[in-house]
C-alpha cells in the first residue's frame, strides 16, 4: 500500500516502550515536517496526559486542536471507543495531510493497527502508512541480556517488559533504534539482528533523540496488510516448511508417533542470532516440558508455536519472550471432537495435515535467540515427550485446559 496513492489520511501508528522516545520522535516530526500539515494523537497512562502536555508544548498546535487526548487508560484496549471517535472527530474537524498516533508505552501496536484496517468508519477515512516501534536500544538488549527482568510498568499489566518490547517489533515495518549514541557498534548490530530475526521485514534507523528524516516515516507506505512476507520471524519459521540440514523421518518409520522433521532456519548469524522449529507427534508430559520451558536460556529472545500435552485436549500456545512463558488454551484438537463435529471440521479444511493415529495432534514450537545450544535444548524437548510406559497415567501440570484460559509457566 502506498499511502501517496490511497484516498484516506495516511495514519503512522508510533510504539515503543516507556522511555523509548516516542514523544521526542513526535516533536521532532513537527518542527521538522516542513509544508506538512500533522494531526497527532496521544495517550498516556494516567489522569492526566503528560505526553500530550509535552507535544503541545513542543509544537504550535493545542490540546483542543490539533492534538487529540486520550488519558486513563490504553488505546489498544479499555479506551478502543474513544480512539475511534478520537481519529473521526479529527477528521471531521480538521484539515490534515497526515495523522500521527503515540500509543501508551505499555500498548500493544496490534490492536491499534486493526482499528484501521477493518471494516469501520475509521478505516473509511484513513489508510495506515507505516507501523514504527522506537526501541530504547540499550534497554531491548538487556531485557533479554540481565539477570533480572525488567519490568513492564503498568497498573493492569505485571507482564515483563521483554514481553512488550518483542511484540511490538513482531508488529513493525520501522524500527528506530533509539539512544544509538549509548551503545558500542557491536551492540548496535546485535540489535539490529535480533530485529531482524523477530520480524525479517521491518527496516532499522539508528538514531540519537529520535532524530530522523520525516521522509522516512511520512509517506513511506511501508505497511500492507495482504503482505505474506510480514509475518513476524517465528511465524514464518513455521510456515516456511524448510527443514534444514536434518534428516526427515516419517512417523512410520519410528513407529511410535514421533516425528523427527524439525525445521530448522537461520537468520544473519553475525552475532549468533538463529532460529529453529522443533516438531513432533508425540505428547508432552507436562511437568517435564514445563521444567524444559523454565530453564530456557537467557539466550533464547522468543519460543512460540502450538504444543500437543498429555492429559489435556487443548491446542495450547506457548509464548515466550525473554524471561516470560505464557501457555493459552485455544481450543480443542480437531481430533477430540465427536465424529460429527470432527469430519464437518475437516471437511471444511481439505489441507489440514491428518496423521491417521493422532488426527492434528502435534507440536510446532519456534526457537529464536543467540549463541543457545541448539542440541541440548533438542534433547531437552525429546526427554519430555511421554513414554510409552506413561501414556496410561494420569499427568498433571501448570498448562490450562479451559479454552480461553491462561497460565504463566515462567516468568513475572
Not at 534507523?205 to 512476507?229: M, N, S
Not at 519459521?237 to 526427515?248: K, M, N, T, V
Not at 489440514?352 to 492434528?360: A, N, S
Request: aromatic residues 6%.
Amino acid at each position: 500500500m502506498n499511502a501517496d496513492t490511497d484516498d484516506g489520511i495516511p495514519v503512522t501508528i508510533l510504539s515503543g516502550s516507556l522511555g523509548a522516545g516516542k514523544t521526542t520522535l513526535v516533536n521532532h516530526l513537527l518542527s521538522t515536517a516542513g509544508d506538512r500539515s500533522l494531526a497527532v494523537l496521544v495517550n498516556d497512562m494516567g489522569a492526566v496526559n503528560v505526553d500530550a502536555d509535552l507535544v503541545a508544548e513542543g509544537s504550535e498546535l493545542e490540546l483542543e486542536d490539533g492534538v487529540a487526548e486520550l488519558s486513563n487508560g490504553c488505546i489498544c484496549c479499555e479506551l478502543q471507543d474513544d480512539l475511534e471517535t478520537a481519529v473521526v472527530r479529527l477528521a471531521r474537524d480538521r484539515s490534515f495531510d497526515h495523522l500521527l498516533v503515540e500509543s501508551s508505552g505499555i500498548s500493544e501496536p496490534a490492536p491499534v493497527a486493526r482499528l484501521f484496517t477493518t471494516e469501520s468508519r475509521v478505516a473509511a477515512l484513513y489508510d495506515v502508512d507505516t507501523l514504527v516501534t522506537v526501541l530504547d536500544t540499550p534497554a531491548f538488549l538487556e531485557a533479554f541480556a540481565g539477570e533480572d527482568a525488567p519490568e513492564r510498568r503498568g497498573e493492569e499489566d505485571d507482564r515483563p517488559l521483554s514481553d512488550l518490547l518483542v511484540e511490538q517489533v513482531e508488529v513493525s515495518n520501522l524500527v528506530l533504534l533509539n539512544k544509538a549514541d549509548r551503545c558500542r557498534e557491536a551492540e548496535l548490530e546485535e540489535a539490529e539482528d535480533l530485529v531482524g530475526a523477530l520480524q525479517p521485514d521491518a527496516e532499522t534507523i539508528r538514531t540519537e533523540f529520535a532524530a530522523v528524516d520525516p521522509d522516512q516515516l511520512l509517506g513511506a507506505g511501508l505497511f500492507d496488510p495482504d503482505r505474506v512476507a510480514d509475518l513476524p520471524g517465528w511465524k514464518r519459521a513455521l510456515e516456511s516448511g524448510d527443514d534444514g540440514a536434518h534428516d526427515d523421518h516419517t512417523d512410520e518409520e519410528h513407529g511410535d508417533g514421533h516425528d523427527d522433521n524439525h525445521g530448522h532456519r537461520h537468520p544473519d548469524e553475525v552475532y549468533g542470532v538463529s532460529s529453529f522449529v522443533y516438531r513432533a507427534r508425540r505428547p508432552f508430559h507436562p511437568e517435564r516440558f514445563a521444567a524444559v520451558l523454565r530453564e530456557l536460556p537467557r539466550s533464547i529472545v522468543r519460543s512460540k508455536g502450538t504444543a500437543w500435552l498429555a492429559d489435556n485436549e487443548m491446542r495450547v500456545l506457548i509464548a515466550g519472550a525473554g524471561p516470560s512463558v505464557r501457555a493459552t488454551a485455544q481450543g480443542p484438537w480437531i481430533a477430540s471432537l465427536p465424529a460429527v463435529e470432527r469430519d464437518m471440521y475437516r471437511s471444511n479444511r481439505p489441507d489440514l495435515e491428518w496423521h491417521d493415529e493422532h488426527g492434528d495432534r502435534r507440536t510446532e514450537l519456534v526457537f529464536i535467540g543467540t549463541d543457545y545450544d541448539e542440541g541440548a535444548l533438542r534433547a531437552g524437548l525429546e526427554d519430555a515427550l511421554v513414554t510409552d510406559a506413561e501414556r496410561d497415567d494420569d499427568l498433571e501440570g501448570p498448562f490450562p485446559d479451559e479454552q480461553g484460559a491462561e497460565t504463566v509457566v515462567w516468568g513475572p
